[in-house]
Nanobody, 125 residues
């Protein structure tokens, strides 16, 4: 079955960096898009970034554009979210999600069928 496992969250000071990983199993490489979402306490889930199934399309929310970079290692079936210049408002639980055969990108959580368990990112001094 499809399984997504996030890792790499933690506590970081403002201005610091973290790299989140999303290890995917149960899918063949090139057949799924991955989205990264985050949810802070009391706030709605927000689409942060996405990479399409063919690695051509990417998406970044305006709030992270220029600071976050999404990438995929097909040999490892792993998608990464490199987060630089982190701000306190980036604090949230980050989730990766997969959508089968989605060559485009979407920021809408309801378009993704499979979800990881989430990893906490806390940006604080």
């Amino acid at each position: 079955q499809v399984q997504l496992v996030e890792s790499g969250g933690g506590l970081v000071q403002p201005g610091g960096s973290l790299t989140l990983s999303c290890a995917v199993s149960g899918f063949t490489s090139g057949q799924y898009a991955i989205g990264w979402f985050r949810q802070a306490p009391g706030k709605e889930r927000e689409g942060v970034s996405c990479i399409g199934s063919r690695d051509v399309m990417t998406y970044y929310a305006d709030s992270v554009k220029g600071r976050f970079t999404i990438s995929r290692d097909n040999a490892k079936d792993t998608v990464y979210l490199q987060m630089n210049s982190l701000k306190p408002e980036d604090t949230a639980v980050y989730y990766c999600a997969a959508a089968a055969f989605m060559s485009y990108c979407s920021a809408h959580y309801y378009e993704f069928d499979y979800w990881g368990q989430g990893t906490q990112v806390t940006v604080s001094s």
